[in-house]
């Protein structure tokens, strides 16, 4: 089944989410400095999956992966130097990253 966005606008509700969030930096900062810091408001904007108990969950985008692997497939026949690496198992599960990895490794290094 194919999800389109008109699709998706049609069944969900989109809402908006206020929150406040802890600071964050990309640099270290003293112990002292940190404790001054106050949290920020933000806001996060989706598709309303679920509301309970815990709190709002929230799809902010749609990941149509049949298109991406038709994309990736085209772009590997087109481009020789474009490899594709079947990351599945014999059961079409994702390997675990550790497996992944070797497979990545071993492709490099060949």
Not at 29 to 34: L, N, V
Not at 45 to 65: I, P, Q, R, W
């Amino acid at each position: 089944m194919s999800v389109s966005g008109q699709e998706l606008s049609s069944t969900m509700k989109v809402c908006e989410v206020l929150w406040w969030d802890a600071w964050i930096d990309t640099k270290d900062i003293s112990i002292k400095a940190a404790a001054k810091l106050k949290p920020i408001l933000r806001t996060t904007v989706g598709f309303l999956v679920a509301e309970n108990a815990h709190g709002v969950v929230l799809s902010t985008d749609y990941f149509n992966k049949k298109k991406v692997r038709e994309v990736y497939l085209e772009q590997a026949s087109a481009d020789p130097s474009v490899q594709i690496l079947d990351c599945a198992d014999k059961q079409g599960e994702m390997l675990p990253p550790d497996e992944i990895f070797i497979k990545i490794r071993n492709i490099l290094f060949e």
